[in-house]
């Protein structure tokens, strides 16, 4: 393992699941989803996180997020919480508002930046993500989905994070746009000192973009290591049946 100063994230032997509340509102019994999920992400790295859905992909990025606590093991941030892009970035933004209200609000929020010092901010942000002035007055219909997905990493990205949690952020795109915004998250990490944790479940797309990878079957990791290791010399049965299916 690295020096702690190396690390981003360590999730140490995590299980966690649902309680569903009933119709009448008592607890139905605990489903657990994750089982003795143990990973680190490093300072600088894309990690990239696959599975068949359902797996519990989500879930998991909902626990490192704090939005679900775990029911054994533990989650340790050496940054501050990371921020996450989502796969549908209509549904993210609020389609009442403009895209210059959805990245500042953030800011808004944070409190800590008058307003002249966030408009500055945001029209920054704007350049990075490779977007022009005119949309800030834009509402999300307005937008393609690659637009749509721009924004929402300037969202994301606005309050300077070190490590964010991309959930299948370029499957509802097509092939084109898909690149567009792969090449701009892997230029952001640099020019940001950007972390990721990668969700998805196209391997191709992985491949593409991570250093490492983490397989997930039904909860549990079932391998891990350098994408080129695991993708060229996978050892598990079940990372083999994915890879055949991604060609």
């Known amino acids: 393992m690295s ?36 990973f680190v992400v490093r300072h600088g790295e894309i990690l990239g996180l696959v599975g068949e859905s359902g797996t519990g992909k989500s879930t998991l990025a909902k626990i490192i997020l704090g939005l679900l606590e775990p ?16 796969q549908d970035p209509y549904s993210s933004l609020n ?63 606005i309050r300077r994070p070190r490590f964010i949690i991309a959930d299948e952020p370029v499957s509802a795109l097509d092939v084109t746009i898909q690149a567009q915004i792969l090449r701009l998250l892997k230029e952001l990490r640099e020019e940001l000192d950007l972390s990721y944790l990668f969700i998805s479940h196209d ?29 060229d010399h996978p050892q598990e049965e079940y990372t083999k049946r994915l890879l055949a299916a991604a060609e």
């Open 71 to 86: 029911e054994q093991g533990e989650v340790i941030h050496h940054t501050p919480r990371p921020q996450i892009i989502f």
């Open 95 to 157: 389609p009442a508002y403009t895209v210059e209200w959805s990245i500042e609000e953030p800011l808004r929020l944070y409190g800590k930046y008058d307003a002249a010092e966030r408009k500055r901010r945001v029209r920054e942000m704007l350049e990075r993500v490779e977007l022009p002035e005119e949309v800030l007055k834009a509402k999300p219909d307005e937008l393609s989905g690659g637009q749509r997905q721009r924004v929402s990493i300037a969202a994301a990205l």
């Open 203 to 231: 391997l191709n797309v992985v491949y593409q973009l991570c250093d490492r990878v983490l397989v997930m079957k039904r909860g549990r990791i079932v391998e891990q290591g350098d994408v080129k290791d695991v993708f």
């Open 3 to 38: 020096a702690d100063n190396d690390l981003i994230l360590e999730v140490r032997h995590v299980s966690g699941g649902y309680r569903p509340n009933s119709l009448f509102g008592r607890s139905k019994a605990y489903k657990e989803v994750l089982h003795d999920v143990d």
